[in-house]
């Protein structure tokens, strides 16, 4: 096995997108921000999120068993700050409007797109767990296409090519 540190700074050459996963648990909404976002396939309509489980949301989304994707644009890198610092906790669904779909859990009016998930599997894995979950229903909140990119510690900006 390599060393974590190592495996730490070739992952910061990874280029990924940048994702706000929520869910609700006795009426409290819970979220993090994520890069450890994939699909799983078209039939059924799935999705993964791996998340740390010493991570303030991870017991939440466990024992709701419904998570939100939700894909940030260009213009959100404010609220992926606001969900990665854990000193803002008490203000991350302040300032911007939030819908709950199918299973409630918050989707963000105005994400790229928000993946409404049910949670089918967990699998543990070192130190989080991988989250699977049949989406139950989806929005694409906007035609732009601009992701938040996350790189080398940063969040960033995809340029189109023309």
């Excluded at 909404?29 to 991570?55: F, Q």
């Excluded at 990665?84 to 300032?95: I, Q, W």
């Excluded at 767990?129 to 938040?148: D, H, K, S, Y």
């Amino acid at each position: 096995m390599i060393e974590s540190a190592l495996f730490k700074s070739g992952m910061r050459r990874l280029a990924a997108g940048v994702s706000v996963i929520t869910t609700v648990l006795n009426g409290e909404r819970h979220g993090l921000v994520a890069t450890s976002v994939c699909s799983v396939s078209a039939e059924p309509p799935s999705l993964l999120v791996c998340v740390n489980r010493s991570a303030s949301s991870h017991a939440a989304i466990h024992a709701a068993g419904f998570f939100c994707v939700n894909l940030l644009g260009q213009s959100d890198d404010d609220i992926a700050r606001r969900f990665s610092d854990p000193s803002l906790r008490a203000v991350r669904f302040e300032d911007r409007e939030w819908a709950p779909l199918v299973t409630g859990a918050p989707a963000l009016v105005g994400a790229l797109a928000s993946f409404d998930c049910e949670i089918t599997a967990t699998v543990p894995s070192g130190s989080h767990t991988i989250f699977i979950g049949n989406v139950r229903a989806a929005e694409l909140w906007q035609e732009q296409i601009a992701p938040l990119i996350y790189l080398d510690g940063r969040f960033g900006r995809c340029l189109p090519q023309v």
